[in-house]
């Protein structure tokens, strides 16, 4: 598949066209930012485990009837993707409370909330992603009633699909942030609700299941030290690469490694 022009970068991602106009490829940056981009840095090898890790989890959603814009995996750091047009909205899920949670309510971090708490933000970094209320996205018409009904459905089952996911290798989901779009549907002629962007230690907060440890971004956000590392460990467990895999590859004239320990 012929990459063409870029058609958008964020921060972690760049979104290139291609010669099928319903199609795109997602491209995944070592780019790490937090605190609406104050704090930034290249995390090493980090494109490479997202792009296998959403791989694996979106092909794992979509064996389960959840639709996605994920088509397959063109090299190490690519992905072949339908393209979509993104609400602009953040769909947050926590199971435990910690991040802005704690910050905005002062609910105890760590406290394990009674059911899943679903948040909505508006996306706009200008904003800083503000949190919004369903009426806020009805009334600026960013969605529908009919489509968010058929999110809030659908993320709460990613939720249930993800967490068993996750406690089968030892690792609590504590929250995540998914997005979603409208994509052409060949077969049907009409666009359909994806599930988009990506699901990656990017975008989710991952707890060992017995230490806690942080295996996810709030290893970078709070200067934990060994963030390829925590990465690794989550593509490790899923068993998505082999024990004693060594990635080698050209970027931007450095050669980037990565090594997969034996346990
Ligand atoms: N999150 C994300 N992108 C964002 C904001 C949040 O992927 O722009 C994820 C974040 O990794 C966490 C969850 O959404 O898994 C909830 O994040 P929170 O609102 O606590 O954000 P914080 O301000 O602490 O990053």
């Not at 979104?15 to 790490?32: M, N, P, R, S």
């Not at 090493?44 to 296998?52: A, F, P």
């Not at 926590?94 to 508006?122: M, Q």
């Amino acid at each position: 598949m012929n990459k063409g022009s870029k058609l958008y970068e964020g921060k972690a991602k760049i979104i290139y066209e291609t010669k099928d106009k319903d199609l795109v490829i997602q491209h995944f940056k070592d780019d790490a930012t937090a605190f609406n981009n104050l704090k930034k840095a290249k995390v090493e090898g980090k494109g490479v485990l997202n792009n296998r890790i959403s791989e694996y989890i979106l092909t794992n959603l979509a064996q389960c009837g959840i639709k996605n814009h994920f088509i397959k995996r063109l090299n190490m750091r690519e992905q072949l993707i339908r393209k979509a047009e993104i609400f602009p909205i953040e769909f947050i899920v926590r199971n435990i409370a910690t991040g802005s949670l704690t910050k905005r309510l002062g609910i105890p971090e760590g406290t394990v909330l009674e059911k899943p708490l679903l948040e909505y933000c508006y996306k706009n970094d200008e904003l800083q992603d503000p949190l919004i209320s369903k009426d806020h996205i009805f009334s600026f018409g960013w969605a529908s009633k009919k489509e968010i009904e058929e999110i809030d459905i659908t993320t709460l089952r990613i939720n249930d699909l993800l967490s068993g996911m996750f406690r089968g290798i030892g690792i609590k989901l504590v929250d995540f942030k998914i997005e979603y779009g409208k994509a052409w549907n060949k077969d049907s002629e009409k666009k359909e609700i994806v599930l988009a962007d990506e699901i990656s230690p990017d975008t989710c907060r991952l707890w060992d299941i017995k230490t806690e440890k942080k295996l996810d971004k709030d290893r970078f956000r709070r200067d934990l030290g060994n963030v390829i590392q925590g990465y690794q460990e989550v593509a490790r467990r899923l068993g998505i690469m082999p024990e004693e895999t060594n990635i080698s590859e050209v970027n931007f004239g450095k050669t980037t490694s990565i090594k997969f320990k034996k346990k």
